[in-house]
């Protein structure tokens, strides 16, 4: 049996009821701590009820930016 091996991958997208502020440029601040804290639940629990659901390790909000849903 040969060991599995961890895959790093990139995720994108707009969050559009989420409107931007500076704070959360700032990885300090409450509001990027408290976003970044939701963030991983609600992915986590999205992506752990997917298909790759049982190799799944979890994942990590890096930064947020300004976007335009236009």
């Known amino acids: 049996t040969t060991a599995a091996t961890l895959e790093h991958f990139t995720i994108n997208f707009t969050i559009t009821n989420l409107p931007y ?5 700032n990885p300090d ?4 701590r408290d976003t970044r804290r939701d963030m991983n639940t609600l992915l986590d629990r ?3 009820e ?3 659901g049982p190799d799944f390790q979890g994942c990590e909000t890096t930064g947020f930016r300004y976007g335009s849903s236009s």
């Open 46 to 48: 999205l992506l752990k």
């Open 21 to 25: 502020t500076s704070d959360l440029e």
């Open 29 to 32: 601040s409450a509001r990027f």
């Open 50 to 52: 997917s298909s790759i």
